[in-house]
C-alpha cells in the first residue's frame, strides 16, 4: 500500500520559516514527479493548488506565489520530500498535502496519491 504521510507543520509568526518534510512507503519513489499541494482554509478541495513539484529528475516547479521563498527537495534514497518556507506570509496558511503522480509537470488531476496532510498557520 502506498503511503505518504507529512510533518513539520505549525504555527509560525508572518516573516519566519518552517520545514516540511514527507516520507513515502510502497511506492518505486525515484520513478514519480512529487509535489506539496496546500487548501486554504476557506476553500474546498475544489481550491486545493500546486505549491511546487519536482519530476523524477529532481527539476523543480513552483506557483508564482511562492517562487523565491518555497525550497523543494528529494532524497530518493532516503524516499523523503521536503519543502523548505522561508519569509512566510498569512496567505500562506493551508493544510499542505504531499502528492505523487507520473507526469513531469504535476497539477491537481495528475496526482494518484496523497498524503493526509500538515497545518501550516502563518499569523500577522
Known amino acids: 500500500e502506498v503511503q505518504l504521510v507529512e510533518s513539520g507543520g505549525g504555527l509560525v509568526q508572518a516573516g519566519g520559516s518552517l520545514r516540511l518534510s514527507c516520507t513515502g512507503t510502497?511506492?518505486?519513489?525515484?520513478?514519480?514527479?512529487l509535489g506539496w499541494f496546500r487548501q486554504a482554509p476557506d476553500k474546498g478541495r475544489e481550491g486545493r493548488e500546486m505549491?511546487?513539484?519536482?519530476?523524477?529528475?529532481?527539476?523543480?516547479g513552483y506557483a508564482d506565489s511562492v517562487q523565491g521563498r518555497f525550497t523543494i527537495s528529494r532524497d530518493n534514497a532516503k524516499t523523503t520530500l521536503s519543502l523548505t518556507m522561508d519569509n512566510l506570509k498569512p496567505e500562506d496558511t493551508a493544510m499542505y498535502y504531499c502528492?505523487?503522480?507520473?507526469?513531469?509537470?504535476?497539477?491537481?488531476?495528475?496526482?494518484?496519491?496523497w498524503g493526509q496532510g500538515t497545518q501550516v498557520t502563518v499569523s500577522s
Open positions: 502528492a505523487v503522480g507520473l507526469c513531469p509537470m504535476l497539477g491537481v488531476p495528475d496526482v494518484v496519491k
Open positions: 505549491v511546487a513539484y519536482a519530476d523524477n529528475g529532481g527539476r523543480p
Open positions: 510502497g511506492l518505486t519513489f525515484h520513478a514519480y514527479t
